[in-house]
């Protein structure tokens, strides 16, 4: 069964770092999205990104954030400056069409120090 | 604005009991809902969904859920829970109007005690 998978499980990272978090997506899953776990909080949606474009953001998703999808199977979600605050797991999705069922893959959890 | 509920964090069964799980959402849209499991350092698993149709939907691993309009829920339920189911249970509300993001609620989780 296809399956959104992410890379890599676990990074640690020190403060004021750049990070990427990789993913790739469902092979033919048009759209992507990127939502977030801070420890003992709700999940949270970042961003949703489709036809090489954000579709959708929260006000979470400033400008230390970007998304890009460098090529036909990764997504990748970028953190420039990372922050204290921004230790998570980073769970990424894909859906096949707009509003149909988002697949989430098993997430990376972030810890910056 | 949009907001779900899952009013209990924790909830304890024996194996073998039945479970019920509560969600209620606060949408003035048209919703379609689901069920994630969160195993222990597991990623989401989608448990079942609901778009449209008949409002009560199963799902993997013997859950259903039953959509509510007149109560704004979406309640989980099992009929005999089995100690595997032991994790963290969450509803997750989508709407037509409110593009592809999905709200979740906080969280349930299960404990089965043998």
């Known amino acids: 069964e296809p399956e959104v998978t992410q890379t890599p499980s676990h990074q640690v990272t020190q403060m004021g770092q750049e990070v990427i978090l990789r993913c790739v997506p469902i092979s033919n899953h048009l759209y992507f999205y990127w939502y977030r776990q801070i420890l003992g909080q709700k999940v949270e949606f970042l961003v949703s990104f489709y036809n090489n474009e954000i579709s959708e953001k929260s006000e979470i998703f400033d400008d230390q954030f970007s998304v890009e999808r460098p090529d036909g199977s990764n997504f990748t979600l970028k953190i420039r400056s990372t922050k204290l605050e921004d230790s998570a797991m980073y769970f990424c999705?894909?859906?096949?069409?707009?509003?149909?069922?988002?697949?989430f893959g098993p997430g990376t959890r972030l810890l910056v120090l | 604005a949009q907001s779900v509920t899952q009013p209990d964090i924790h909830i304890t069964v024996s194996e073998g009991a039945s479970l019920e799980l509560r969600c209620n959402y606060s949408y003035g849209a048209t919703p379609y809902l689901f069920w994630y499991v969160q195993s222990p350092g597991q990623g989401l698993q989608l448990l079942l969904k609901?778009?449209?149709?008949?409002?009560l939907v199963q799902g993997i691993k013997g859950f259903e859920a039953e959509f509510k309009r007149s109560q704004s829920s979406f309640n989980l339920r099992k009929p005999s829970v089995h100690w595997s189911d032991a994790a963290e249970y969450f509803c997750a509300v989508g709407a037509l109007e409110y593009g592809n993001k999905l709200v979740f609620g906080a969280g349930t989780i299960l404990r089965v005690k043998s």
């Open positions: 609901y778009f449209s149709g008949d409002t």
């Open positions: 999705a894909s859906s096949e069409e707009h509003q149909e069922t988002q697949y």
